[in-house]
């Protein structure tokens, strides 16, 4: 029988499963909409799509590196219980060596075959939910690169060896010695942890948070009675520090406590034998962005038993 898109389509209203898993459940069962409805949920797929609409900010950060690339993930649970699951982590892991060769396209990363099985990477995650019991989710992945140098990575709060809470990739160009370049990557990516910079420098920054940031700070300046060249000059000043603040290059590194990030990079030249550059970092805090459901279990319990608080 030929499967048509308005079956797929009426299977997937009906279930919540994505349209590949629909399409071969209508194969497996002639088109039959009820024996397809079977099959998904024997399968764990229409019970894994009903916990779909739960929040799932909890879960890991994952990296991987190969040669002069790295690629960090974000995949999502519902609690950090899941995230201490010896198969949670062995996906995450698995994901993360897949998004090397998904140019940091998440869609891509989702429908890439997963190793061992017959799944894509989305029908893999969607099995884990059935199994597991709980919501997840293949959130967002980035791809770094350079052409001659070395991409450092780091890991806060680590589980286990590329897994954990927050995820640095750090990128420098250099023709110079790769051991002493890594070294100054790893302590540029332990700084980029603890400060969470906003870009590498001032030009980088999104231009429409610079000028409300800057309207602030003049709008609290004319408070002050000043002149109109001092009240300039003072926002200057003020500018100057909130860059400090927010960018790599001009932040204090805290490997040392005084010096300029763009200062440690320029002194590590002389390990290197070499010009450094800096042309990128990326960092994934879990969870960041996610408007997470805050719950009174009591209440909950509560609740289910017919009790009123």
Known sequence: MEITAGMVKQLRDATGVGMMDCK?????TNGEMEAAIDWLRTRGLAKAAKKADRVAAEGLVGIASAGTKAAVVE????????????????IVGTIATLALEADGDVAKLGEMAYPGTSNSVSTELGEAIAKIG???NLRRTELVSVSDGVVESYVHNAVKTGLGKIGILV???STGDKAALSTLGKQLAMHIAATNPLSIDPEDLDQDVVARERAIILEQVKESGKSAEIAEKMVDGRMRKYFEEVTLLAQTFVIDGETKVRDAIKNAEKDVGAPIKLTKFVRYALGEGIEKVESDFAAEVAATAGVKK
């Open 134 to 136: 709980e919501n997840m």
């Open 24 to 28: 071969k459940a209508l194969a497996e």
């Open 75 to 90: 995949v999502n649970s519902e609690t950090d219980f899941v995230a201490r699951n010896e198969q949670f982590q062995t």
């Open 171 to 173: 990128a420098l160009e």
